[in-house]
Nanobody, 124 residues
Framework: QVQLVESGGGLVQAGGSLRLSCATS????????MSWFRQCPGKEREFVAA????????READSVQGRFTISRDNARNRVNLQMVSLKPEDTAIYYC?????????????????WGQGTQVTVSS
């Protein structure tokens, strides 16, 4: 059974940092791209960052480029999102996702499994 469990969200002031982590189980972790998405109330879920099987290739959304860093630990079956210089507009529920096939894209439909989400709130 595939499971994704996020942790690390919370309340932080603008300019602060948070590190999100996603613990996974039930599949061969190193065979899949992993990504982070986020969603605000009333808005569609949006892509944040993705990491390739080995971790050598990463891609971040323009809105977080230079501030967020995605990484993975294949030995521990975890994917992380380091967030610095946080802004109020980063406030959202953040979701960890596993690609449906080996390689993931930028759309939610490219991902078959999701965690329950973790709330990130950035105050001004």
């Amino acid at each position: 059974q595939v499971q994704l469990v996020e942790s690390g969200g919370g309340l932080v002031q603008a300019g602060g940092s948070l590190r999100l982590s996603c613990a996974t189980s039930g599949f061969t972790f190193s065979n899949y791209y992993m990504s982070w998405f986020r969603q605000c109330p009333g808005k569609e879920r949006e892509f944040v960052a993705a990491v390739s099987w080995s971790g050598q290739i990463t891609r971040e959304a323009d809105s977080v480029q230079g501030r967020f860093t995605i990484s993975r630990d294949n030995a521990r079956n975890r994917v992380n999102l380091q967030m610095v210089s946080l802004k109020p507009e980063d406030t959202a529920i953040y979701y960890c996702a596993r690609a449906s096939t080996g390689e993931g894209g930028l759309l939610p439909n490219d991902y078959a499994y999701w965690g329950q989400g973790t709330q990130v709130t950035v105050s001004s």
